[in-house]
């Protein structure tokens, strides 16, 4: 089993940053890679980017050049810095782990963006 705890959203104008964390516990060493989601209101869940075990990662088009994954294997977390935050970015960001066995997901954490 893999938990997962998000944190870091909050209130941010338009053109801000905020950073995003995802903190790992249980098998973590099972994990192969981690996704970041984000589900805008109305909206189905997106997938936003990953980041595999070797630290490759991959980004949907409207969020390349601005958001940025990266992990810290010693400390079991992933990071979702996001820059240059667009008003319609407002959304509950999510992480999701996969292993082996499946995929978890975190409890997600809110992100408002002020126009």
């Known amino acids: 089993q893999v938990q997962l705890v998000e944190s870091g959203g909050g209130l941010v104008q338009a053109g801000g940053s905020l950073r995003l964390s995802c903190v790992a516990s249980?098998?973590?060493?099972?994990?192969?890679?981690f996704d970041w989601y984000r589900q805008a209101p109305g909206k189905q869940r997106e997938w936003v980017g990953s980041i595999s075990s070797g630290g490759r990662t991959n980004y949907v088009d409207s969020v390349k050049g601005r958001f940025t994954i990266s992990r810290d294997n010693a400390k079991n977390t992933v990071y979702l810095q996001m820059n240059n935050l667009k008003p319609e970015g407002t959304a509950v960001f999510y992480c999701?782990?996969?292993?082996?066995?499946?995929?978890?997901w975190g409890q997600g954490t809110q992100v408002t963006v002020s126009s």
């Open positions: 249980g098998s973590t060493f099972s994990i192969n890679a």
């Open positions: 999701k782990a996969l292993n082996a066995l499946g995929f978890y």
